[in-house]
Nanobody, 116 residues
Framework: QVQLVESGGGLVQAGGSLRLSCAAS????????MGWHCQAPGKQRELVASISSRGTTNYADSAKGRFTISRDNAKNTVYLQMNSLKPEDTAVYYCMSFQLGSGNSWGQGTQVTVSS
């Protein structure tokens, strides 16, 4: 399985921006899907955005128009650009990868806190 390390979280005011990065331990070129999930206190982990190996993206309704997921295969890194952040975006954000035959891998998470 691939090892994933997230970075870029932090404290930001409402309306601000953050860019999360997810560095993989090996080439991501062949990984079927990579994505970001979030988990707020007392809530289940849920999908924020995903991107396939072909570049097809998928977003949660709450992320559409504000967040952008991208992948740089040369750097083995996936990004989540988050704009117009809201207090309800506060959560731990986890990077995820899925590959047929290998299943899911998860990072350790990075905290995003949006103050009002």
């Amino acid at each position: 399985q691939v090892q994933l390390v997230e970075s870029g979280g932090g404290l930001v005011q409402a309306g601000g921006s953050l860019r999360l990065s997810c560095a993989a331990s090996r080439r991501i070129f062949g990984i079927n899907v990579m994505g970001w999930h979030c988990q707020a206190p007392g809530k289940q982990r849920e999908l924020v955005a995903s991107i396939s190996s072909r570049g097809t993206t998928n977003y949660a309704d709450s992320a559409k128009g504000r967040f952008t997921i991208s992948r740089d295969n040369a750097k083995n890194t996936v990004y989540l650009q988050m704009n117009s952040l809201k207090p309800e975006d506060t959560a731990v954000y986890y990077c995820m990868s899925f590959q047929l035959g290998s299943g899911n891998s998860w990072g350790q998470g990075t905290q995003v806190t949006v103050s009002s």
